[in-house]
């Protein structure tokens, strides 16, 4: 085909597969560029022709805050910042604190073994640290020190109570 038969034969040929072009732009009330509700108009827009309170890109999970949308960082707030369905997840982020990988549920964990989170996680739920047996959950800084040869207290001397023995162990409490 010469070049201009094949310029008419593609002009005709598109004059058949003309799609009417819509506009699809979410309603950004808050201005954050995300917007929340979907509206559709009935003409093709560049990026210039799109209006302020308009935007491209939606997902936005709360358009009244300018600081939650599905590109912002999470922040322990008890909000979910970034429109993923999750508040304050992840590790590491802004505003989080150290929570201590507590084994034995005492409430006490081993300093060197912490994750930055927003709240408990897990094994990591211990805010204090100091449990010198995080195996065994009647030995913490603060416990009673029992003559049983164990550093119950944490505080790096055996039996300081010589004669004082420990409680009798707790009845495992019936599976109903």
């Given at each position: 085909?010469?070049?201009?038969?094949?310029?008419?034969?593609?002009?005709?040929?598109?004059?058949?597969f003309t799609v009417s072009a819509k506009c699809?732009?979410?309603?950004d009330r808050d201005g954050d560029g995300f917007g929340g509700e979907k509206e559709i108009f009935d003409y093709d827009c560049s990026d210039e022709d799109i209006q302020t309170g308009y935007s491209r890109k939606g997902g936005d999970c709360n358009d009244n805050?300018?600081?939650?949308?599905?590109?912002?960082?999470?922040?322990?707030?008890?909000?979910?910042?970034?429109?993923?369905?999750?508040?304050?997840?992840?590790?590491n982020i802004a505003d989080c604190r150290p929570f201590y990988r507590d084994s034995d549920g005492d409430?006490?964990?081993?300093?060197?073994?912490?994750?930055?989170?927003?709240?408990?996680?897990?094994?990591?739920?211990?805010?204090?640290?100091?449990?010198?047996?995080?195996?065994?959950?009647?030995?913490?800084?603060?416990?009673?020190?029992?003559?049983?040869?164990?550093?119950?207290?944490?505080n790096g001397i055996i039996d300081e109570n010589p004669g004082i023995l420990p409680p009798p162990p707790r009845p495992k409490p019936k599976n109903h």
């Open positions: 085909m010469k070049s201009a038969e094949s310029f008419l034969f593609f002009a005709v040929l598109s004059c058949f699809i732009l979410f309603i805050n300018p600081k939650v949308h599905p590109e912002a960082r999470e922040i322990c707030n008890g909000i979910d910042d970034n429109c993923n369905g999750e508040v304050d997840e992840g590790e409430g006490f964990g081993i300093g060197d073994d912490s994750k930055c989170l927003c709240k408990p996680s897990g094994l990591f739920s211990a805010e204090k640290t100091g449990d010198c047996n995080d195996n065994n959950p009647a030995i913490y800084p603060g416990a009673y020190e029992y003559f049983d040869r164990l550093d119950n207290n944490c």
